[in-house]
T-cell receptor, first 114, second 109 residues
Framework: DVKVTQSSRYLVKRTGEKVFLECVQD?????MFWYRQDPGLGLRLIYF???????EKGDIPEGYSVSREKKERFSLILESASTNQTSMYLC?????????????FGPGTRLTVT | GQNIDQPTEMTATEGAIVQINCTYQ??????LFWYQQHAGEAPTFLSY????GLEEKGRFSSFLSRSKGYSYLLLKELQMKDSASYLC??????????FGAGTTVTVRA
């Protein structure tokens, strides 16, 4: 059974704090993704990684960075959290680009920055 | 940029049929996905279309017309558990999915 897990379901941080969101997949997937989901805007891609130590910017990378030291783990880092980063963060993974392979999502982390 | 449009909300009665439309304008096309997302949960995969036509999977069907930049998801014999958000997503390259804002479907008894 495929599984993508995220380190926290709910997180509250203060403005200016450094925040780490962790994602782990057990499916030996090459590709991993970080999205944020906001009402009325849908899922927006922050960063993705197609291999260990490889990363590419998505549509909204500003204020975020990522790390992928091991194949199964993809971390999202908020260098200095701001209130406009309050959101639901979803991690996903998928096989290499065979077009039919869907992305599998984790349960999400609801981050509140106060 | 990518533009993927779907209605914000739809309401239907238990046992009925609902059709959720999705139109897209993207820089590339390498398949269209539909996901279901219940409140507070992760999106889960429903269907995939890369060629024109209808794909049927039980009570759910998905249709694609690449020339029109159009897809729909058809939900038949609606059940209360089908109340959820339905997300249309286009793969426009090798890796990335671009998502619409989602359609919230409410099923009433």
């Amino acid at each position: 059974d495929v599984k993508v897990t995220q380190s926290s379901r709910y997180l509250v941080k203060r403005t200016g704090e450094k925040v780490f969101l962790e994602c782990v997949q057990d499916m030996d997937h090459e590709n991993m993704f970080w999205y944020r989901q906001d009402p009325g805007l849908g899922l927006r891609l922050i960063y993705f990684s197609y291999d260990v130590k490889m990363k590419e910017k998505g549509d909204i990378p500003e204020g975020y960075s990522v790390s992928r030291e091991k194949k199964e783990r993809f971390s999202l880092i908020l260098e200095s959290a701001s209130t406009n980063q309050t959101s639901m963060y979803l991690c996903a993974s998928s096989y290499p680009p065979d077009s039919s392979y869907e992305q599998y999502f984790g349960p999400g982390t609801r981050l509140t920055v106060t | 940029g990518q533009n993927i449009d779907q209605p914000t909300e739809m309401t239907a009665t238990e046992g009925a049929i609902v059709q959720i439309n999705c139109t897209y304008q993207t820089s590339g096309f390498n398949g269209l996905f539909w996901y279901q997302q219940h409140a507070g949960e992760a999106p889960t995969f429903l269907s995939y279309n890369v060629l024109d036509g209808l794909e049927e999977k039980g009570r759910f069907s998905s249709f694609l017309s690449r020339s029109k930049g159009y897809s729909y998801l058809l939900l038949k014999e609606l059940q209360m558990k089908d109340s959820a958000s339905y997300l249309c997503a286009v793969r426009d390259g090798d890796y990335k999915l671009s998502f619409g804002a989602g359609t919230t479907v409410t099923v009433r008894a």
